[in-house]
């Protein structure tokens, strides 16, 4: 006898558990802390893929002529910590409002540009040891912050908190990238 295939009744089908995990991994109702650490992780993964030996980093830093109120190098990894769990917070706040609260698509849009930058500039700075290319993504990440900031500032102040610190290191950072992009020859680029 053959068998009949049931009737579609308008009702969703019931999909596998593994389907029902993979949506809830991929698109959760609510992001929680370790959606923010997986991020985090996986963002610096792709920044340290371009890293050579941590020698060699703090050779090339220091043997670049530097602005005098540049920071040792020492300072950026607290730094960057500080900031991307601060920032990581913001973007779990601004990744749990509804969905069509105004301002939060460009918001998110402007993050994961930031984020793309944050992830890349080792490679442009370390590996291509571009000053040029170092200030254009400094200068770049600036100005998406401060984009940022002021998009927040209309739906969530507790965002714009989130992002103090990155503004106020890139406010530091830029101008010292902008002294070495002067003062310092460019190989990939060339200028001087």
């Given at each position: 006898m053959k068998q009949q295939s049931p009737k579609h009744t308008g009702q969703p089908l019931e999909a596998s558990p593994l389907a029902h995990f993979a949506q809830g991994a991929l698109f959760p109702q609510q992001y929680r802390w370790w959606h923010g650490l997986a991020f985090g992780l996986a963002a610096n993964a792709v920044s340290a893929l371009s890293l050579g030996r941590r020698?060699?980093?703090?050779?090339?830093?220091?043997?670049?002529?530097?602005?005098?109120?540049?920071?040792?190098?020492?300072?950026?990894?607290?730094?960057?910590?500080?900031?991307?769990?601060?920032v990581l917070w913001g973007n779990l706040r601004l990744l749990n409002l509804p969905a069509d609260t105004p301002q939060r698509q460009p918001l998110l849009w402007l993050q994961?540009?930031?984020?793309?930058?944050?992830?890349?500039?080792?490679?442009?700075?370390?590996?291509?040891?571009?000053?040029?290319?170092?200030?254009?993504?400094?200068?770049?990440?600036?100005?998406?912050?401060?984009?940022?900031?002021?998009?927040?500032?209309?739906?969530?102040?507790?965002?714009?908190?989130?992002?103090?610190?990155?503004?106020?290191?890139?406010?530091?950072?830029?101008?010292?990238?902008?002294?070495?992009m002067i003062y310092n020859e460019d190989p990939l680029l060339g200028n001087g």
């Open positions: 020698t060699d980093q703090q050779r090339y830093y220091e043997g670049l002529k530097q602005a005098p109120f540049a920071p040792p190098g020492w300072v950026f990894g607290p730094a960057w910590t500080i900031n991307n769990i601060s994961g540009a930031s984020w793309l930058i944050f992830s890349t500039f080792s490679y442009v700075y370390f590996n291509k040891r571009s000053p040029i290319l170092a200030f254009t993504w400094t200068g770049g990440m600036y100005i998406l912050t401060i984009c940022s900031m002021l998009l927040a500032s209309k739906i969530d102040r507790k965002i714009v908190l989130s992002l103090v610190t990155l503004f106020l290191w890139l406010s530091l950072a830029t101008p010292v990238a902008a002294y070495q």
